[in-house]
């Protein structure tokens, strides 16, 4: 039901079950039955609001959600939709496979329909994928003519394993990028002891700086870098 802080939510119930009346009689039977005062035009608002009406010059034009809950539709993507709510539907897909497996989340995943009749909603006829795969799977699916259901199905695991690959070498990479990171330190042991002990010190980034002939920066950095515990790793000084 349709709440809001304005109005008690009597006033809104009186008006939902009298959609029929304008919007001068509901006005002047709230007032008298409720003691509301309502702004001309408000009844009209909420009860388009109610029947999520398309506006069009003024006109109402009552929408699928006015239906009987289970009522089925295919919307404007090719979809069948069921309404759940008589403010809500969902599609029949998603419908049929949590029934069968449990939630998804459709900002992650993705329900593909393995003979591509997206009206066809058996549970055979559906498979779970991340939605970051279907960049590859449209790729690997764009090389055949004729796609059948054990074709997608194989589209799918290997554009996973594609994937899960390049994350894997991701990962390498960054590593060794670290680790090339740490032997540039390992090289500059000696001189970073030397400034270390001076920062413990207290000499300013300037004053290192001219004692070492480098630029002031680069000292900024190993001192931000011993600050946040770079220099606690003991590959560095092994």
Known sequence: MFKRGKFPQEVYDYIFANLDKTDGCLRKEIKEKFGVEVAQGTCAYYSRRY?????????????????????????????????????????????????????????????????????????????????????????????????????????????????????KDREQRKKRRAEGRIRVQKKNKEYIIKVLSMIDEGLSNAEIAQICHRNASTIWSIRRKNERGFYDNPLIWS
Do not use: Q
């Open 51 to 167: 029947l999520r009406g398309i506006h069009r010059r003024g006109a109402c034009k009552p929408t699928f959600l006015n239906k009987e809950i289970g009522t089925e539709r295919i919307n404007k993507d090719g979809y069948i939709a069921v309404l759940i709510s008589p403010t809500k539907e969902k599609l029949k897909h998603h419908i049929v496979w949590e029934k069968a497996n449990g939630k998804i989340d459709t900002k992650k995943d993705i329900i593909l329909f393995l003979d591509g009749d997206r009206t066809n909603c058996s549970l055979d006829n559906l498979f779970l994928t991340k939605r970051r795969n279907i960049g590859a799977i449209n790729s690997i699916l764009s090389s055949y003519k004729d796609v059948t259901p054990e074709i997608k199905k194989m589209a799918v695991m290997l554009a996973e394993l594609m994937i899960k690959t390049k994350e």
